[in-house]
């Protein structure tokens, strides 16, 4: 039988013993919970493509439009490879605090997807300079493995992304493929660069579609199936900012459900 100091030392023992455990558990919890988030706060969020027979999403008059929910996705996140470098660094866990909002529609008439934007912007940047003027941009990021989500600055080689680039000073949006910091292209591929956009700019409001073919044209891009979901996410760059490249506004994981 245990004296009573050993049995003090036994409770404490078994005190010390339960708070760590407990400690440990709340710490899986919340390292989880971030880690299906993102790392960026703010729970994951589902857009739905709805399919509209006959519809031109690219005419932001298009009465399909009306069928399409918008989900608004918080742009939370600053990060800056530009000036404070990044290497290989995943930046899931980094970047300081940002209060932008993406808001986001899409719809589908069986061959064609369409991504809408609305974003609040005081200025608009449309152009480009060999200094200080940048072009505003909107990215959309898909794992090619559809449902994963990788490392959310531009995937790993493990886990390739496939990027809708929309950028205000280009003619055409872009088809961009990487596997991790520092391996960002534009596929080599002319079938891939196959996406169209509207814009427009009117006060302080950018309005923006994407386009592209559902199907596939390479091993470049991620195809579009109906019954399908695909974890997305979105940046931003506001060119007033001198914001490009690696110097950016970032989301969370979100889902993409194709009907």
């Known amino acids: 039988m245990y004296s009573f100091k050993g049995a003090d030392a036994m409770k404490n023992a078994i005190r010390t013993c339960l708070k760590n ?56 996140r600053f990060i800056d490879f530009v000036e404070g470098g990044g290497g290989m660094m995943d930046c899931n866990m980094m970047g300081d605090m940002l209060n ?92 891939s660069q196959n996406l169209s956009r509207y814009q427009a700019y009117s006060k302080g409001v950018w309005t923006v579609i994407v386009a592209r073919p559902m199907t596939a044209a390479s091993s470049n891009q991620i195809a579009f199936t109906r019954g399908l979901s695909y974890s997305i996410a979105f940046a931003n760059w506001n060119g007033s900012n001198t914001e490009r490249n690696g110097r950016k506004g970032f989301s969370s994981w979100h889902t993409l459900a194709v009907q």
């Open 100 to 191: 932008r909002t993406l808001r986001v529609k899409a719809l589908h008439n069986g061959s064609t997807m369409y991504i809408r934007y609305t974003l609040s912007d005081a200025t608009q940047d449309a152009s480009v300079g060999d200094t200080d003027l940048f072009g505003d941009a909107i990215a959309l990021e898909i794992p090619y493995a559809r449902t994963t989500t990788p490392p959310i600055c531009m995937g790993s080689q493990a886990d390739p992304v496939n990027i809708i680039m929309w950028r205000g000073d280009l003619a055409a949006p872009q088809n961009i493929v990487a596997g991790g910091i520092g391996t960002v292209q534009v596929s080599p591929d002319n079938a």
């Open 21 to 76: 455990i407990l400690f440990v558990a709340v710490l899986a919890v919340a390292v989880s919970g971030m880690s299906a988030m993102g790392g960026s706060g703010g729970g994951m969020l589902t857009i739905t493509a709805v399919y509209v027979s006959g519809a031109n999403g690219l005419n932001p008059s298009d009465p399909g439009w009306s069928s399409a929910a918008e989900v608004s996705i918080p742009i939370n």
